[in-house]
């Protein structure tokens, strides 16, 4: 994971998932659209921007398959996350924002995928959140070990 630390830009590592409210499941995304307005993330949007380098992440569709997305420009893709300390340690969340054209055939979500330019944009520069919040990410490449096919 990619932070801000005393002005400069840091690599550390974090939990994936706030701890959910009375011991429920952890909470792994939050909605762009509404973490703002939520206490639980609020503090992480305005102070706690985070980018978490991956090489891929995956989605199940409905009907249980499991598919791979991935950049077919760049080795690494940068999902805009949040992140909040609790007493165990540093945690984060992924946030989420509608699926494009190459997501929406598996899921009708998917990580707010930044651009390498909007990496220090998203952690140093609070005038520009609200604007990547409302982006729409780049298409990705879509893999499948197998995919279902239907005769009827």
């Known amino acids: 994971m990619l932070a801000e630390k005393d002005g400069s830009l840091c690599c550390g590592w974090q939990r994936w998932g706030f701890p959910g409210y009375e011991g429920k499941k952890l909470i792994f995304n939050a909605r762009c659209e509404s973490a703002l307005e939520k206490p639980l993330f609020r503090a992480g949007i305005q102070h ?55 997501m929406k055939p598996v899921h009708d979500r998917m990580p707010l995928i930044l651009e390498r330019q909007e990496v220090a944009e998203w952690i140093f520069h609070d005038a520009k959140t609200a604007n990547i919040l409302h982006k729409t990410p780049c298409l990705l490449e879509r893999k499948t070990d197998y995919e279902q096919l239907s005769l009827f």
Request: glycine content about 6%.
């Open 48 to 102: 706690r921007r985070i980018v978490i380098p991956a090489s891929w992440f995956y989605e199940w569709n409905p009907r249980k398959e499991k598919n791979t997305f991935c950049r077919n420009d760049m080795p690494l893709l940068f999902m805009a996350g949040l992140g909040r300390r609790y007493e165990d340690g540093e945690h984060f969340v992924i946030l989420t924002t509608a699926a494009n054209a190459s």
